[in-house]
């Protein structure tokens, strides 16, 4: 069975309210104007993928990284962008969505076409391209990944502690109360609070406020479930995969039958996941939680986002050294101002054992 074909597989059991492959995607129309934060991230973004670029062309003696994704220094108001967004368009329809790199073995790079054929057309590389063993979709977050992991552990451990201090207040100073048969499911609900089932408890608070004693056991239940619900948030940094990038990555491999990769640079480590483990985890809804989510997020530009939680991915840098960074000023149409910020340099350094184990290969 062919990568491809595996796919195919996995995609039969994807339910249609998260993608829906018998339906044709939605070409989307052009932006009319950029805004600085939009440029930042996409300044951000080809920092990422220049630091996974250079990270594996300066430490691999078998594999050559190339640039391959469609971008263009244009942006939404610049002359031409209409176009170029348009032929972009009908490149998705025609091959898919392109990764930003792509890795060959050395013995298979081209050193006629160089390090970058991002701007060459499909049609003259489509047998080269095929030789590719990986392509890989870089995204970033502005993120230290190790800072945010301990903070969160920090408050969650907090928090549950203060919410298995309520229960036993509850289930020791309120036993009189709750012997009315009315009250005991609420009893049941507070021994079923422990450590291992915490995340998974549900109730409804109750609006207790005949007696003082009862007006307690209420303001008690308000605070449990705000402790509870701060342990239920998601306490995790994610790969983000878009929803609507599914067809096209899809696309992409039926084309060429390369596998394909995502990588999250955060600016201390960076993570990655295959595109076919992204397929098979949100055919599995009891993995919903804990290993992703799906949700819209308002900093990529609301669009639905799969968010898988970097600790059950490969760590592909385990230390990524921060960029230089400067703002820019750039003057648009009609005399309008954008200031953003440019990165540049930094390094990733490569976890080998775990991206070999990540892209199902022997040596580097």
């Not at 300066?58 to 002359?79: F, H, P, W």
């Amino acid at each position: 069975m062919t990568y491809f074909e595996e796919l195919r597989e996995i995609t039969k059991s994807i339910p249609t309210s998260i993608v829906d492959f018998t339906i044709p995607r939605d070409r989307t129309s052009p932006p009319t104007q950029a805004s600085s934060n939009f440029i930042t991230n996409k300044e951000q973004g080809d920092w990422a993928e220049d630091l996974i670029f250079r990270a594996i062309n300066e430490t691999s003696r078998n594999y050559v990284a190339v640039r391959y994704g469609k971008s263009d220094d244009l942006i939404a108001g610049d002359a031409g962008f209409d176009e170029f967004y348009t032929d972009f368009q009908d490149e998705l329809d025609t091959i898919g969505k392109r990764p930003d790199l792509l890795v060959f073995k050395k013995e298979d790079f081209d050193q006629n076409l160089g390090y970058d054929i991002s701007k060459i057309a499909h049609s003259k590389i489509t047998e080269y391209v095929k030789k590719a063993i990986a392509g890989l979709e870089i995204r970033s977050s502005a993120f230290l990944i190790d800072k945010y992991e301990n903070e969160m552990q920090e408050r969650t451990n907090y928090h549950l502690k203060e919410a298995l201090k309520i229960r036993d207040v509850l289930i020791n100073d309120f036993a009189e109360e709750f012997e009315h048969p009315k009250k005991k499911p609420h009893l049941e609900v507070l021994k079923s609070i422990t450590e291992e089932t915490i995340n998974a408890i549900t109730f409804r608070r109750p609006s207790w406020n005949s007696t003082e004693r009862l007006q307690q056991l209420t303001l008690l239940f308000k605070d449990l479930k705000e402790h509870i619900k701060i342990v239920q948030k998601r306490d995790y940094l994610s790969i983000t995969p878009k929803v609507e990038d599914i067809k096209v990555v899809y696309k992409w491999a039926e084309t060429f039958n390369v596998p394909h990769y995502y990588f999250q640079v955060f600016f201390d480590k960076s993570y990655g996941i295959s595109f076919s483990n992204i397929l098979s985890l949100i055919t599995d809804s009891d993995k919903e939680g804990e290993h992703y989510e799906i949700s819209k997020d308002i900093k990529n530009q609301n669009k639905t986002t799969i968010k898988i939680n970097t600790r059950n991915t490969n760590q592909v840098a385990y230390k990524v050294e921060e960029p230089e960074h400067k703002s820019v000023r750039r003057e648009m149409g009609r005399g309008r101002l954008l200031f953003y910020v440019t990165f540049d340099k930094g390094t990733a350094y490569l976890d080998i054992d775990s991206l070999k184990d990540l892209l199902n290969i022997e040596d580097f």
